[in-house]
Nanobody
Framework: QVQLVESGGGLVQPGGSLRLSCAAS????????MGWYRQVPGKQRELVAT???????TYADSVKGRFTISRDNSKKMVYLQMNSLMPEDTAVYYCRVVVGPDAYWGQGTQVTVSS
């Protein structure tokens, strides 16, 4: 199994920045496609960004140009740099990995954007 642990969430003012980190336990991390998702109470969990083993990235339209996903295979880490944050970015952010037929999620980290 793969274990994921997110960190870096917190309270930030509109226009501010946060960097989320996801630490993975898998021994073949470099072969995993990774993603960040977010969820607001009462709403469906939505895809924020993905990054493939070949470093191809995909972003939701709502975050494109403001968020950047990256990975460090040597450290088995995935990051989400969030700039120009807006109140609508407030959510619990989850790291996700798919390993063969199985998907694994981190515990989530709360991001609150408020003045």
């Amino acid at each position: 199994q793969v274990q994921l642990v997110e960190s870096g969430g917190g309270l930030v003012q509109p226009g501010g920045s946060l960097r989320l980190s996801c630490a993975a336990s898998g021994s073949r991390f470099s072969t995993y496609a990774m993603g960040w998702y977010r969820q607001v109470p009462g709403k469906q969990r939505e895809l924020v960004a993905t990054i493939t083993t070949g470093l191809t990235t995909t972003y939701a339209d709502s975050v494109k140009g403001r968020f950047t996903i990256s990975r460090d295979n040597s450290k088995k880490m995935v990051y989400l740099q969030m700039n120009s944050l807006m109140p609508e970015d407030t959510a619990v952010y989850y790291c996700r990995v798919v390993v063969g037929p199985d998907a694994y999620w981190g515990q989530g980290t709360q991001v609150t954007v408020s003045s």
